[in-house]
């Protein structure tokens, strides 16, 4: 099973970006990727509670995983430290056996100079049916999104 990582300095506090990760309508408006759009349908931040969501992609061409342009998962909190690491489980909803293996998801968070923090997110096994070059791509723009999010709030 793959592996990915990502890291990116964002120009904000530890405290603003760990909430960006677990407010259910912050994640809805930056976790996509560039092409897609986000809906989560059920939020529960503790510990074995987790989140329902949908990505649905913008374009036409690109097939779900789930139904024709949606990409449907359910996330486990594994463990939540605050300003410190999140980690989640994710199994996609499809009838693909390549997407059939549950992905784990840690997100760290480091500080860094002038109020800055070190993005750090580690993707284990990655199923088979995911590209890990598409998922390092898809991880760099949802990053690239909580960074104008948060520059925002």
């Not at 793959?2 to 259910?24: G, L």
């Not at 510990?47 to 449907?72: C, H, I, P, Q, W």
């Not at 499809?94 to 480091?110: I, K, Q």
């Not at 070059?133 to 999104?145: F, R």
């Amino acid at each position: 099973m793959a592996t990915t990582t990502n890291s990116k300095i964002i120009r904000a506090t530890k405290h603003k970006i760990y909430t960006a990760f677990t407010d259910r309508n912050a994640l809805e408006g930056w976790l996509a990727p560039t092409n897609m759009v986000g809906k989560i349908h059920n939020f529960d931040l503790k510990v074995g509670g987790g989140y329902s969501m949908s990505l649905f992609y913008l374009d036409s061409e690109t097939a779900g995983k789930t139904s024709e342009n949606e990409d449907r998962f359910y996330a486990t909190f594994v463990e939540l430290k605050p300003y410190e690491k999140i980690v989640q489980t994710i199994h996609f909803r499809s009838d693909n056996p390549g997407f059939a293996d549950e992905m784990t998801m840690e997100v760290l968070l480091e500080g860094a100079a002038n109020n800055a923090t070190k993005v750090t997110i580690v993707f284990r096994n990655i199923p088979v049916g995911i590209d890990p070059k598409d998922n390092e791509t898809g991880t760099e723009q949802s990053l690239e999104k909580l960074a104008r999010y948060v520059a925002e709030d």
